[in-house]
């Protein structure tokens, strides 16, 4: 155990300024596309914090699972889990400016809203000052769990006691709890919304389907990357890859089913209240893109990850989960640019460019996360056991 | 190989979980103790009490199917506007108690998870049963079920065809999918534990019965490389059938619009309301099998304990359903939506539906709790409570939701008649009863399993 010296390699560090410099760039472009349409900007920007608190929430999500289940997985993995929790109260700071383009957003935050009876029926949950409470609220709650994780495992790393572990666990099952509850109601708020006549009971465990695929995508990426150099090249194992193969296939068949049920269920019932949210994303070039999701957000991803000699090689793996990732942003696209348009094709260049921008921003944030503590969780007892030669389980 | 059969249970009991196997059993100590229970020449006087009292049951169960035949489903409750009750409800509930069964044997195989061997081969035997107590249900409720055929499409003179738009039609094949991948899957895993019957067989037809179902089973490799394959093939096909399954048996509600089932949320909460009950049939199996045959060596408290653990996250999933259906019932500004979450809340079956939030949402809180997941009565019971909330979760879904939907005018009330009741207990029977056979005549917990977890059967391998 004491020969590992789990510093992050210095190639983090050029990665770190690289990202920074290019979501700058980025930013500075569309600081200047704002200025010149302003609407868009928030359409863009709101898009761009929902695909990056994504990864963030996924990973949060997937650090608690990996806490109450065990298993080598969890344990190669838990540090990046950690430090994409670290970056809420960046998140938090990035979520202010959706503040001031809210009534652009969405429709139920403007004055004509008043003329509307459904949206006057919705309006003692759907209203400026309760929605900002409760995005409040939501942040709260992520940014303390995330808060004892991260202490706690810093806790371990110098005591390795066994209460810590112990503290840990006891905190993720209610973590979880609060994580599901959270997160449904900031989708419907974020995202539900922006159609706010539409309605889907399943839409939450959809958006938590597609954090878990962001978040394992984005984890096999940075773990490949840093297995490029020491010390994690000597510790990532083909095994502990296959499994992580393994749980990416798992969430983009969950994803896939749920997205097929809500499909379904509604285009069976067609009612119009709720087939108006389909049709808007099933006409003109939207109907490619949504096609363009099942093969390559899913049938594709899918096929290739039965594979085993893909799931184990490093390289495949990773360059997969970057696609997978891409696909992310394109499902996000999907869901929520066709509100604005009512269903006609709008792609603006910040809808690029923004996702770029915060991402070099977050990225990091992230990577200065990561580098602050050793690469792995030196005080878990398990970890031995973990990162051995042998094929155990 | 160690050579170190003893191991101090004390030991490192701060990390380590409980043991899945009692320390100081061998080999033989594990076969004797399994097999003598399929092999014992006296039948124990409770087996018969028993079993006697589930026959009766099921003889319940058959005069009911008799009269039901002989005088047509009018003598069930179910009527306009409530046409589906019982019967729909039990074929769900019974279908959900199914799936504990494919979950443990199929997904914690794959999940490596080592503590389910001791208690996958029962849990799978409860599946087919409850499977076959399920499929009775609409195959009677057709009214013929002599023409059952029909439902499969054979070519035929008449020019008949199933309606492939249709979810039942969907149902006739998730379930008979279901019903044979699991009992292929059950029987293979039941192979060489067969073979080590017929070895041990003392009287002439017992070696005869079991030799045939061993099929020749030798215990070469080759046997050995063939059946692991087909076992994880097998456990790899049922994986999504615990998903699909379920899913199926939801869109028979959610693809109709009736205020109450049209809900996207129906496929994911009704698997998890299946794996729920399921678990809770498991627990209510295992905890008084293991006390009656003195199994506790092989079936532990870390048993007990992790099948709580995912009783509990499977019924907060139930929970989170009920809560996103009563949001959104508000939320959609539909007037029929809102008239269904009052209607449970206020209307005539309003304290059937408090009933289910406690058994189902309340009651099982109390496994968050560390005394009581290790209290094996407070289990049981927590157990018997999900299982009744479980059945009024589906009686407020199916008939109550039917009752009063979308015109004042067609509303009415649904009460179930002596028929409904004799044929849901006489199914209960029929499930009691295939138990008590399976327990004694087939091994019910996977001898060779145990065998490989045993402390001895751990071999070190150079990588």
Redesign the interface.
């Known amino acids: 155990m004491s020969e590992i010296t789990a510093i992050a390699p210095p190639e983090l560090d050029r990665f770190r300024q690289r990202a920074l410099y290019t979501g700058i760039i980025a930013l500075l472009a569309c600081g200047v596309g704002a200025v010149y349409d302003r609407q868009q900007f928030f359409r863009s920007y709101l898009l761009a914090f929902v695909f990056w608190i994504g990864i963030a929430l996924g990973c949060f999500a997937i650090l608690m699972v990996q806490h109450l289940s065990g298993g080598a997985w969890g344990l190669v993995i838990r540090r990046v889990l950690e430090g994409a929790t670290r970056t809420f109260p960046l998140l938090l700071l990035l979520f202010i400016p959706l503040l001031f383009g809210m009534t652009g957003l969405y429709t139920w935050a403007q004055p004509q809203a008043a003329q509307n009876p459904?949206l006057q029926?919705?309006a003692p949950?759907l209203n400026v000052t309760f929605f900002i409470a409760r995005a409040a609220f939501y942040f709260a709650v992520w940014l303390a769990v995330s808060f004892f994780l991260n202490r706690w495992s810093a806790e371990q790393d110098r005591t390795r006691e066994?209460s810590v572990t112990r503290r840990m666990q006891n905190i993720s099952?209610p973590g979880l709890?609060l994580y599901?509850?959270t997160t449904?109601f900031a989708s419907?708020d974020w995202v539900m919304s922006l159609e706010p006549?539409w309605?889907?009971?399943?839409?939450?465990?959809l958006f938590m389907g597609g954090q878990a695929i962001s978040a394992m995508s984005f984890v096999i990426a940075v773990v490949v990357l840093l297995a490029s150099t020491k010390p994690m090249s000597d510790i990532l194992a083909p095994r502990h890859l296959h499994d992580l193969g393994k749980l990416l296939l798992a969430f983009i068949m969950i994803w896939a089913?749920?997205s097929f049920?809500?499909f379904?269920?509604?285009y069976?019932?067609n009612?119009p209240?709720e087939i108006t949210w389909y049709v808007h994303r099933l006409r003109g070039p939207w109907r490619y893109i949504g096609l363009g999701l099942v093969i390559f957000h899913f049938a594709l991803p899918f096929l290739l990850l039965l594979s085993r000699d893909l799931k184990r090689s490093g390289r495949w793996l990773a360059t997969l989960a970057v696609a997978v990732l891409v696909m992310r942003l394109v499902d996000l696209f999907w869901l929520m640019a066709p509100d604005f348009h009512e269903g006609t094709f709008h792609l603006h260049w910040m809808d690029l460019a923004l996702p770029l921008g915060l991402g070099g921003v977050w990225l990091w944030f992230f990577a200065s996360q990561l580098k602050s503590r050793p690469i792995l969780p030196l005080g878990d007892?398990a970890l031995a056991e973990a990162i051995s030669?042998?094929?155990g389980? | 190989m160690s050579d170190n059969t003893e191991i101090n249970p004390d030991l490192d009991t701060?990390?380590r979980p409980a043991p899945v196997i009692m320390p100081g059993h061998t080999f033989k100590s594990v076969t004797d103790k399994i097999a003598s229970i399929a092999l014992g020449r006296r039948t124990p006087m409770g087996w018969i009490i028993g079993f006697g009292i589930s026959f009766m049951v099921f003889m319940v169960m058959m005069y009911t199917l008799g009269y039901l035949v002989m005088t047509g489903v009018g003598i069930w409750g179910n009527n306009q506007p409530v046409g589906w009750a019982f019967d729909i409800i039990n074929l769900v509930w019974w279908i959900g108690i199914g799936h504990a069964g494919t979950l443990i044997s199929a997904i914690l195989l794959l999940l490596?998870q080592d503590w389910r061997t001791s208690i996958n081969r029962f849990a799978e035997a409860m599946t087919l049963f409850a499977v076959a107590c399920a499929g009775l249900f609409p195959l009677f409720h057709t009214g013929r079920p002599w023409l059952a055929y029909w439902m499969f499409p054979v070519p035929n003179t008449m020019g008949m065809w199933p309606q492939f738009r249709s979810p039942l039609m969907w149902d006739v094949f998730a379930i008979s999918t279901y019903a044979s991948v699991s009992a292929v899957f059950w029987f293979i895993g039941l192979i060489p534990d067969f073979a080590t019957l017929r070895d041990r067989a003392k009287k002439h037809s017992a070696k005869v019965i079991y030799g045939m179902l061993a099929m020749g089973w030798r215990g070469s490799a080759r046997h050995w490389h063939n059946y692991e394959t087909a076992y994880l093939i097998l456990a790899g096909l049922a994986t999504p059938l615990v998903?699909s399954v379920h899913?199926v048996i939801s869109?028979d509600f959610?693809?109709?619009?009736i205020p109450g089932w049209?809900?996207?949320?129906?496929?994911?909460y009704f698997v998890a309301g299946a794996i729920y009950a399921g678990f809770a049939m498991v627990l209510m199996l295992a905890i008084p099998i293991r006390r009656w045959y003195g199994l506790e060596d092989f079936i532990t408290m870390r048993h007990l304990k992790n099948m709580s653990k995912i009783m509990l996250a499977s019924g907060?999933i139930v929970a989170?359903?009920y809560m996103?259906?009563t949001f959104?019932a508000w939320?959609?500004?539909?007037q029929f939506e809102d008239y269904m979450i009052k209607n449970r809340f206020k209307g005539p079956y309003a304290f059937w539906y408090w009933t289910l939030i406690a058994c189902n949402v309340i009651v099982p809180q109390l496994l968050?709790i560390k005394r009581f997941r290790n209290s094996i009565a407070s289990l049981f019971t927590v157990s018997v409570v999900i299982s009744i909330g479980m059945w009024l979760e589906r009686f407020i879904i199916i008939p109550v939701s039917l009752h009063r939907d979308f015109l004042p005018g067609s509303w009415g009330m649904y009460s179930p008649t002596e028929w409904d009741w004799s044929m849901y207990i006489g199914t209960i029977g029929f499930f009691v009863m295939l138990l008590f056979l399976f327990v004694r005549f087939v091994p019910m917990i996977s001898i060779f399993e145990m065998r490989t977890i045993l402390p001895q059967a751990e071999v070190?391998?150079a990588?």
């Open positions: 459904l029926h919705k949950y066994e099952g709890l599901g509850l449904t419907i006549e309605f889907s009971t399943i839409f939450g465990m089913y749920f049920s809500q379904l269920i509604i069976a019932g009612l209240e007892p030669a042998h094929e389980h | 701060t990390t490596r998903i899913s869109f959610t693809v109709g619009i049209h809900a996207t949320i129906f496929p994911p907060l989170y359903g996103m259906e959104t939320y959609s500004g539909n968050w070190k391998e990588q």
